[in-house]
């Protein structure tokens, strides 16, 4: 119990020393805080919804995007500027495709000082992290910028791409190595050197250093022990066509004497190539030995952002439908594991169980309508059987007024 209770006591402190930079939850006055950019005419908006299915309809509150085919540009400022210097930097927030996202964007920017009502594209971030879904690409997009450059992640975890409210966690560390996780389970770690283009490599291959004239790198050669059959060159490529037959109107005198059209024959064996054996002198692909890299550059501070002052989004979405919410940038994992739980990882299991009835609900509704158009179609064939039986019977009679008339009394002579 002692020991519990101690292990309870370090975590509350860890809390309480905990630095948060920013947070947000879209409560009701939200719109004071994001700034929607203005920098083109025709960004969507975002509006304020809990979705179709939540576990608690005030605190799954977030913001949507609500226009197909659009791109969308908000942004909100920090209460103070902050860095990461020595510390931990943890950037969470959740992020629900309603719409069963087809191709769009649902990452999160962390930004230096920046007009928010001109913030796009073009704009610097230093942290872009969050899915990405387009067609059969399905990724966490984790972007450093590092000396004028944008740093591709070299890894490409898979993200969600379901219906349902999930939250991405980056965790970047200030010995330089990060971790990655989606409700609350790790995806994925490294080192930041490891797995961006941060640095020049530590070692090049020489430029002086030179294959050896003798090096032997192919794995296998022809068997010089192999010879040629005596025979394998007995049956000709092509032969004439023994199923094919003079036509009938064939004159040799004007078309010349008649020859079957040849076809390739089966018992052609092709060109005689000798086995191949493994080479007993092979020693492998040759490789220039490495050197040191004279232009490597050793940084510690990789990991570094000195002036963060802004989120964001910056999105591409074909069709609309995304909720962001619950979003906090701090420097302790404690503390956003704190906020998870408070949050989504509070209102999870009622979103699901929602989500559930509707999708039974829907299923319903759809076999209904399914057994309705069956039961149209088989009456529209019912109907359709009892007019062709109608029109037959109206040859009929009209062949009984033929004969009636036919039989009419002749007048007496």
Not at 131 to 145: E, N, R, S, V, Y
Not at 224 to 233: A, L, Y
Not at 332 to 341: C, P
Request: charged letters at 40%.
């Amino acid at each position: 119990m002692t020991l519990l209770l101690l292990v309870q006591c370090l975590a509350l402190f860890h809390v309480v020393l905990a630095t948060t930079f920013f947070k947000e939850t879209f409560d009701p006055t939200w719109e004071s805080r994001w700034v929607h950019s203005s920098a083109k005419s025709d960004f969507g908006t975002f509006k304020r919804t809990a979705g179709k299915a939540y576990g608690d309809e005030e605190k799954d509150q977030g913001i949507q995007t609500s226009q197909d085919a659009r791109f969308y540009a908000i942004s909100a400022k920090a209460p103070a500027p902050f860095s990461n210097e020595g510390k931990t930097l943890v950037v969470q927030f959740s992020v629900k495709h309603e719409q069963n996202i087809d191709c769009g964007g649902g990452y999160l920017k962390i930004l230096p000082d920046t007009k928010l009502a001109k913030f796009d594209g073009e704009s610097k971030y230093y942290v872009m992290f969050g899915p990405d879904i387009c067609g059969m690409t399905k990724k966490i997009h984790l972007i450093f910028h590092y000396k004028g450059q944008n740093l591709l992640w070299k890894k490409q975890p898979s993200c969600e791409s379901d219906t349902l409210t999930h939250v991405y966690t980056l965790v970047l560390k200030p010995d330089n190595t990060y971790e990655v996780l989606v409700d609350n389970v790790k995806k994925e770690s490294g080192k930041l050197e490891d797995d961006w283009d941060f640095l020049k490599p530590k070692t090049i291959p020489d430029p002086s250093d030179k294959k050896p004239a003798d090096w032997e790198d192919n794995a296998q050669i022809p068997d010089p022990e192999d010879k040629k059959p005596s025979d394998w060159d007995s049956e000709p490529e092509n032969v004439p066509d023994p199923d094919a037959t003079q036509p009938e109107d064939w004159d040799e005198e004007e078309d010349g004497k008649w020859e079957p059209p040849m076809v390739s024959n089966p018992k052609y064996k092709g060109e005689w190539k000798p086995k191949m054996i493994p080479n007993p002198n092979y020693k492998g692909v040759w490789k220039a030995k490495e050197i040191d890299n004279p232009e490597y550059e050793a940084d510690d501070t990789l990991y570094l952002f000195k002036d963060m002052e802004a989120v964001g989004f910056d999105l591409w979405q074909v069709k609309s439908g995304t909720i962001f919410d619950n979003i906090i940038v701090t420097d302790s994992v404690a503390e956003a594991k704190e906020f998870y739980d408070e949050t989504t990882g509070a209102t999870k299991a009622g979103e699901v169980a929602m989500n559930n009835k509707l999708e039974e609900e829907k299923r319903k509704k759809e076999e209904e309508e399914r057994k309705k158009s069956e039961s149209a179609k088989d009456d529209d064939k019912d109907d359709k059987d009892d007019d062709d039986d109608d029109d037959d019977g109206d040859d009929g009679g009209d062949d009984d007024k033929d004969d009636d008339k036919d039989e009419e009394p002749k007048e007496d002579l």
